[in-house]
């Protein structure tokens, strides 16, 4: 069978870096081909280069057999190449039919073309997302949609171009795991319906379930590509990162955790009706729920991002105010975000100002930028301790990978010695053996007389690094699991089911 | 790796590519009028820019936090004519009016700066109707003319020079106030913490908060050294243009449009205090060129305009190709 889609020996090159290096990859109708690889390992710039972003310096791309080159993104999608980015691209304030339609609108017979048919779009626009399996009110505005249900939209939109070649990259990296299992079903009709699929995912066990072939590519180069049976976990992740990972999680801690350092008592606020939980010192707390269980509300509470209606908060065994980030910074609590770049990073500052920033908060307006605590000298020790890898630390913080940047700003918390952190996705978007260093300091900070509250939708993330779960339904507390749960536990208590 | 290693570079590129284009605008003149390089006419030239200098620096704290401030054209206005009128013309009244002037530009800074902290109005717009109100109260003061006069030692700020200085030859009192506030300005971005908040206030608003950075704060001080500012290029001018009640017009556009000349970002979280300088120096010094060439006032504003979508859109585009 001609494969849908042909790449042969694709180069591109930045100055300085070789970002692909004779990279082939195929695809044919009715498959899902998986690519993994770190961060930087190159499968982004080899998508761009399918979608038309970048021109590829060497190699050719061909569809359906046919040599293709495009010098626009709207070629690429002429071709039938839909390309599902990560930062959803719908324009929040039209409604679901308006974004399906963006740039392709239906218009009624005669009147010169300048009458929109609504009706119509209407129609096909139900459609469509019948066949993604969306029940969604077309009519909706796109800004009351979950990041699942908007993803949904943003497949129905490739559906409707008669995309045969649909890339999705990171599909479920925002969504919880129901959500994810939906989108995964989903994914299943498409290929059946002889869609040529490609899957890109840091999440293995999705990859191991829904992937018909899999390729690595580690710093812009092929590994292999392997059909399903012969890629196994392990050998992914040890193709991914040139090494075989041990010790994945810290072990668990051989001290009994210590006095209470967090505790809410009775808080209320808007979706949580009413909660109570403790946190000691050595501890690392989970929390687990779907979508909207209320673990997110939880989070933003625990940030200073959500006023409570009642209840008291203590913190190190003092009053802590909540809904004001600024005064539960001052009380001793880091809030480390999943939106990073959104919520944690001034990305245009460089990784020293990033990492100084909550110090910067503190300590007074007039205290100089450059001396003290704030020597570069300091800012660096700091950094380095953190294994934040930069050319050097003056650098603008955006150009770092997403690993470096989460070390970075532990690092910006650490300086100013927080009682509690609270980590909410705390590896999202990042790679392998970042992770596994992030959860190691997670465990040491915890060790050095921390709470730790882990808020996060990746479940064996989740079990392996807290020594408490406590699993969130409806806006509150479900049950709470002692170290090591399994998932059906945890998911038993998500889903309202009693164990 | 290869863009991270080109960003500082691009930062630093950004600095001088304002000082460059004031060297060149200011060559162009001595090729027109050789005597500019005498020292005293660029002494001349330094004191007949200070206000904007003066203005484009103080705009430049509102910039670094991703705002602007419409209203500083509408404060050296009403500077004017509130001095005018406040002293008429008697040599005693001149530094208590100078001191009420100052806690009339904090008290419009901090109208400006809670209206768009607290009220979450955009600052394009909060400044735009103190701009508005501010003009309509120095117009229904003054009776719509110029009323009142400037005391002596008022003007002389702006219009008094030492004569046979060694070095510079003349020495105007305006190039000492000129020195002596950007001394002050630069310190507060760059002397002391305050400016790097400005900066993570302007890249991040957002991140910034729940990093524990006291964001409205940041933004009232930003506003409130904008007016200060303002009310400092106020006097200078006053000093030497004599009172009108279109002193300030357009300098607000003049000011933002020196700043990002000089590599500022417009919507906030980059530049320093050199782009202000040598953004205000170098549109200044386009100014006198295009007298000395004779073309008309009116041709003015337009190469300003074309200038800002020039020096806007390279900014844009230097980010592009980073990126």
Redesign the interface.
Known sequence: MTPALDMRGICKAFPGVKALDDVSFDCRPGEVHAICGENGAGKSTLMKVLGGSYRPDAGEIRIDGAAMRFAHPRAAAMAGIAIIHQELSLLPHRSVTENIFMGHELVRPGFAGLLLDRGAMRARARVLLDRVGAQIDPDRSVAGLSIAQQQLVEIAKALLLDARILVLDEPTAALDDRDARQLLDLIRILRGQGVALVYISHRMPEVAAIADRVTVLKDGRLIWTRPQAEATIPAIVSAMVGRDLKDFYPAAPTAAPGETVLELDAVQAEGLPEISLTLRRGEILGVAGLEDSGKGQLARLLAGDLRPAGGTARLAGRPMPLGNPRRMIAAGLGYLPADRKREGLVLRQSVRDNAALALRAMRPAWARPAAGVFAPAMLDAGLKRMDVRAAHFGQEIGALSGGNQQKAIIARWLALDPAVLLFVEPTRGIDIAAKAAIYQTMREVADQGRGIVVVSSDLPELIGISDRVLVMHRGTIAGVLPRDPREEEIMQLSLGVSV | ????????RAARIAINAGLLLFLCLYALIVLIQPNYLEPGLFMNFLRRAAPLVILAAGQLYVILTGGFDLSVGAVVTFTVTAAALLTNGDPDATWPVIALLYLMGAGIGLFNGLVVAFLKVPSIIATLGTMLWLNGLALAWSGGAARGDLPENFRNLGRFQWRDVALVGTLPMAVLVLVAVLALLWWGV????????A??VG??P?????????VGR?RI?AFVISALAAVTAGILLGGFSGVSVNAGVGLELQSIAACVIGGA?LLG??GTIWCAVWGALSLFALFTLLNLLGLPQALRDSIQGLILIVAVGLTAWRSRARN
């Open positions: 790796m290869s863009d991270a290693m080109s960003k500082p760059h002397g002391i913490g305050y400016g790097r908040r900066l993570a890249d991040n957002r991140a910034a908060e729940l990093a524990g950075i006291p940041t001080t970002m979280g980059r």
